[in-house]
């Protein structure tokens, strides 16, 4: 009797493993990783499904996708070239004809045109529709000595050329004469940019001032 009923204990417990079982043998339970269930039916571990909410409905033809729990069209819908499929409104649409646009253009399928790319233009500077270009806002008449530059939309000095003995000072606008370090008893005459004597005395009627030393000389005779 008492072996007849242990029998039984094995049969009932050989019947419930019946679910867990495989092809191979009985599934024994095992702890799976983070972000995955331990399914029975086929003994081995998977990831999670996302439980997406009961009251989940889609509109306008699109159905709901389990694995991302949003509502997208159905791949069933097949769209015949050059038509191609508007995932807002799961409708098969006028594809991009065989045009070719420029390097900066792209062809604008609800213009059905070549349209500009948008470009980062400056502040004070607006792209044209026409040829793509970032241009200035407005174009202002510049001084004198001036010109007006178009990458900066400003008006800018006008460079030029100097004489030797000057340079050209983008401030003022003009060529300015180069540094010069004269003689203790000469001075720095802006206009000629040349040294010239601080003072000129009064020689006498035997002789000559010279310009180098600043001083009354003896005339030379031949």
């Not at 800018?156 to 008893?185: A, I, L, T």
Request: aromatic share 6%; charged share 25%.
């Amino acid at each position: 009797m008492k072996e007849l009923c242990v029998s039984a204990i094995v049969l009932l417990f050989v019947i419930a493993a019946a679910d867990f079982a495989t092809a191979d043998g009985y599934c024994r339970y095992k702890r799976c990783r983070s972000g995955e269930v331990f399914d029975y039916s086929k003994c081995a571990c998977k990831p999670a499904t996302t439980q997406c909410r009961t009251n989940l409905r889609c509109r306008g033809g699109k159905v709901l996708n389990r694995a991302t729990c949003k509502c997208e069209c159905s791949n069933r819908i097949q769209c015949a070239a050059p038509k191609e499929l508007n995932p807002s409104t799961c409708r098969c649409e006028g594809g991009i004809p065989q045009v070719s646009c420029k390097s900066d253009q792209f062809y604008n399928t609800r213009t059905r045109r070549c349209e500009c790319k948008k470009k980062n233009c400056q502040r004070n500077q607006k792209q044209n529709s026409q040829t793509c270009d970032c241009q200035c806002s407005s174009t202002s008449r510049c001084k004198v000595g001036y010109v007006f530059n178009k990458d900066s939309c400003s008006c800018v000095c006008q460079r030029k050329s100097c004489p030797s003995s000057q340079v050209f000072d983008s401030r003022s606008c003009g060529c300015v004469c180069k540094e010069k370090s004269c003689p203790r008893n000469q001075n720095f005459n802006s206009r000629t940019c040349q040294c010239e004597c601080a003072n000129r005395p009064q020689c006498s009627r035997f002789q000559d001032f010279n310009p180098r030393t600043c001083q009354c000389e003896c005339e030379q005779r031949q």
